[in-house]
């Protein structure tokens, strides 16, 4: 069975830092893509960012270009997102998902991040 | 401001079927596949529809995808109150760099 569970949210003051964490397990994680997804509370899904399998391609959205970077570890089955100068916009619960045929095969049950003072 | 639009609400009775639409431009919709999602209250979206039509297993054939140039759209024939939840459509973005896109979320209220 796949599952994914994050980790790493928290409270952080604007202008912090935050890692999350993605662990993988039920399948084979070195061969897929992954995405990081975003949601506000109460507002829509935002996609954040993509690794491929190989970290090969890495893709960013605008809003987080620069800020944040996405990685990987294969051997550990794990996917990262290190979250720098961060904004109370950045507030959100924070999913990571496996791409198979579609971006967003499955998802993890997600980690909430909050930024305030 | 969501890239690609989506009605905010739709509703129907149990037995109707209804449809969400989702409109984008050349550069996502236009030239790529579209996905759709759904978010039951309190839980992670799930995957609906891939590549436009298709129906992951599980998936019950009640829902159905379809897309014409610029625009996409989700069908839920046969309503059921478990069909309530947020739906929201995806597609990659290739304009100035790659980005997946999403619509703003359509809830769907079964009365």
């Known amino acids: 069975e796949v599952q994914l569970v994050e980790s790493g949210g928290g409270l952080v003051q604007p202008g912090g830092s935050l890692r999350l964490s993605c662990a993988a397990s039920g399948f084979t994680f070195s061969t897929y893509s992954m995405n990081w997804v975003r949601q506000a509370p109460g507002k829509g899904l935002e996609w954040v960012s993509y690794i491929s399998s190989s970290s090969s391609t890495i893709y960013y959205a605008d809003s987080v270009k620069g800020r944040f970077t996405i990685s990987r570890d294969n051997a550990k089955n794990s996917l990262y997102l290190q979250m720098n100068s961060l904004r109370a916009e950045d507030t959100a619960v924070y999913y990571c998902?496996?791409?198979?045929?579609?971006?967003?095969?499955?998802w993890g049950q997600g980690t909430l991040v909050t930024v305030s003072s | 401001q969501s890239v690609l639009t989506q009605p905010p609400s739709a509703s129907g009775t149990p037995g109707q079927r209804v449809t969400i639409s989702c409109s984008g431009s050349s550069s996502n919709i236009g030239s790529n596949n579209v996905y759709w999602y759904q978010q039951l209250p309190g839980t992670a979206p799930k995957l609906l529809i891939y590549?436009?039509?298709q129906r992951p297993s599980g998936v019950p054939d009640r829902f159905s995808g379809s897309k014409s140039g610029t625009s996409a759209s989700l069908a839920i024939s046969g309503l059921r109150s478990e069909d309530e939840a947020d739906y929201y459509c995806?597609?990659?973005?290739?304009?100035?760099?790659?980005?997946?896109?999403f619509g703003g979320g359509t809830k769907l209220t079964v009365l």
């Open positions: 590549r436009n039509n």
């Open positions: 995806a597609a990659w973005d290739d304009s100035l760099s790659v980005q997946l896109v």
């Open positions: 998902a496996r791409e198979a045929v579609s971006p967003l095969d499955y």
